[in-house]
C-alpha cells in the first residue's frame, strides 16, 4: 500500500505562482510512475505532469513552459511548481502513484486562481 498526502493548495491571483508537494510513504518503491492530475468543476479529471522512471517528464500543453514537476527522492516527496498561473488553472490537484498491481491517489488539494 501506498499513502499520497498533498498540501500547498489556496487561492492566488492570475500570474502568480503557488508550490504543491505530495509526500509519499508505505511501499513507495513498489511505484515505477508518480504524477499530478487536477479535476475542474463540471469536468474529467486530466493529466498535468508525470514522470515514468527513469523517463522524461510529461507535461499536459496547456501547462507546459509554466509548470515544473520534480521529485525528491530522500524526502519521498513530489513537487509541482506552478508559475504564471491562469483562471483555468482552477482546480482539485491530485497526487498519483502507479505500481505494477495497483494506482494510488492522494485526497487532492484545491488551487483557485482568481483576482
Known amino acids: 500500500q501506498v499513502q499520497l498526502v498533498e498540501s500547498g493548495g489556496g487561492l492566488v491571483q492570475p500570474g502568480g505562482s503557488l508550490t504543491l508537494s505530495c509526500a509519499a510513504s508505505?511501499?513507495?518503491?513498489?511505484?515505477?510512475?508518480m504524477g499530478w492530475y487536477r479535476q475542474a468543476p463540471g469536468k474529467e479529471r486530466e493529466l498535468v505532469a508525470r514522470?515514468?522512471?527513469?523517463?522524461?517528464?510529461n507535461y499536459a500543453d496547456s501547462v507546459k513552459g509554466r509548470f515544473t514537476c520534480s521529485k525528491d527522492d530522500a524526502k519521498n516527496t513530489l513537487y509541482l511548481q506552478m508559475n504564471r498561473l491562469k483562471p483555468e488553472d482552477t482546480a482539485v490537484y491530485y497526487c498519483?502513484?502507479?505500481?505494477?498491481?495497483?494506482?494510488?491517489w492522494g485526497e487532492g488539494t484545491q488551487v483557485t486562481v482568481s483576482s
Open positions: 498519483n502513484g502507479r505500481s505494477l498491481r495497483a494506482t494510488y
Open positions: 508505505g511501499d513507495i518503491y513498489s511505484m515505477y510512475e
Open positions: 514522470i515514468p522512471g527513469g523517463a522524461s517528464i
